[in-house]
């Protein structure tokens, strides 16, 4: 029997890494085949590990000691934080694991602290710091949008920009929406609320009205940025697997000096006409390796929201794959008739026809 003892900080940080009924320590033991119970002595907590392997052993041991240092920086560790470093450590990545810091992007207005949670999250953070144009690619509740968002009102705090512009095409997502009414703005807000719902996490109703006012900050589809020359601002494309190529390259180039502009999509959710090629998809076919232009790729891995979103993702991709996979039979099969057909004498055509 191979063992392992963690010296814990406090009885608090002890509590967090167990989780309410043991949830999080039951999905440690499972994962890695070994048990974890709590030793107390005069010099403190601490948390025994054993198991048959070793090696089973060492990465559970590995996963507590990220865990006791994420239970200081949070108030509850949950099951996404805890599947993540068990996914991490288990596929060999523990040292980008223990890179992912405790940068605080920015606070919103009730004192939580934002922070990238997975390592393609702190990647995509760290591209949007060094790059001037960023595209931000992957599956949903990755965080891209929200992180951008974050980002841009950071700039605009520590006077880096003057404004902040978020943009996105007014494309339904599978659904005939009709006359909306009211004037443009009611028209547009469907399109744009979960731009809002970010602002106001992070401004507030009241200050993101007055920056709205003020014309600090500027929501409006994409049309509207056609003829436009943005300085000084931070640019968010959001949506973008619903612009058309010409459209991205419409907004691509409404670049102005001391400016960034992020592009966010996801490839797999295109609302587009059957046929339309996606400007996100040839943007970022067109636009790799070109310098002070980042490209990331978020994976399921990156999902911050409920664990199912994750698994949903997965099957969906699953399901994709099969998919490809019969039609290209399909094709090759048909292919192959046509072939056989074409190798038949000639007499023999006649004779059947």
Partial sequence: MNRKIIKIESTDATAKIFGSYDSNANMIEEHFGVTMRTRSSASGDSIVIEGEEETAVSAAAQCVSYLQDLSGKTDVLNEQSVQYAIDMIASGQSGELAALGDECICVTTKGKPIKAKTVGQKQYVDLIRRNTIILGVGPAGTGKTFL????????????????????????????????????????IDPYLRPLYDALFEMMGAENYQKAVEKGTIEIAPLAYMRGRTLDDSFIILDEAQNATPEQMKMFLTRLGFNSKAVVTGDLTQTDLPKGQKSGLFTAVKILSGIEDIGIHSFTERDVVRHRLVQKIIQAYEKYDREQLRREREATEKRAALRAQRDRRPKGDADQNG
Avoid: C, H
């Avoid at 974050?150 to 920009?161: D, F, N, Y």
């Fill in 148 to 187: 951008a968002v974050a980002m841009a009102v950071r700039a605009l705090r520590e006077k880096q920009v003057s404004r902040i512009i978020l943009t996105r095409p007014a494309i339904e997502a599978g659904e005939k929406l009709g006359f909306l009414p009211g004037d443009l703005q009611s028209k």
